[in-house]
């Protein structure tokens, strides 16, 4: 345990909730994904080991290679995000995604407050296209916002407002 705190940089204790919430967002992920890819080929309709089976080692093989992106990531983005300790970047990613997810989530109920929905837009390609395309434009700003939000309760506002800024300034927004 020692060698994990040091490796990461964590002075106290209860530092140790980002990479455990990390672990855990993993592991929910690798299951949803398993869950998708295995439900697909195999009906568990009636509790088939089979489907539990290969659900655990797709959760298994999801969650290593997971693991292994983000750790590859982490050393990528190490020297390029300004950060006191090595921790701060697994709190980056959570935002990251919990933003992601929260901002796709909300729009839809969202378009719907407004009375948009997918059956208000023609059948076919082009209606679905449009549709999507409104949502993007909801989700844009939403995400902004969120991204500044979850940054703040994580502990990362200084670190947002930076991003937000920057990403401002590249869409010529701000000067």
Not at 35 to 57: E, H, M, Q, T
Not at 84 to 90: A, K, L
Request: with cysteine.
């Amino acid at each position: 345990m020692n060698a994990f705190k040091e490796r990461w940089e964590i002075k106290n204790n209860w530092q140790l909730i980002f990479p455990l919430l990390g672990i855990v967002g993993l592991l929910y992920t690798a299951y949803i994904l398993a869950n998708k890819v295995i439900s697909a080929f195999i009906n568990n309709s009636d509790n088939n080991l089979l489907y539990y089976i290969l659900l655990a080692v797709g959760i298994g093989v999801f969650f290593f290679i997971m693991l292994r992106f983000f750790l590859w990531c982490f050393k990528k983005l190490e020297g390029k995000w300004v950060t006191n300790y090595r921790w701060e970047i697994i709190s980056i990613f959570i935002v990251f995604a919990l933003t992601g997810t929260s901002s796709v989530r909300i729009a839809r109920p969202l378009l719907e407050l407004v009375g948009f929905t997918p059956t208000l837009f023609p059948e076919g390609f082009f209606g679905s296209l449009l549709y999507w395309f409104i949502r993007i434009i909801i989700i844009l700003p939403l995400y902004q916002i969120l991204l500044i939000i979850f940054g703040a309760l994580l502990g990362q506002f200084k670190f947002f407002w930076e991003f937000e800024k920057k990403m401002l300034k590249r869409m010529h927004i701000i000067k």
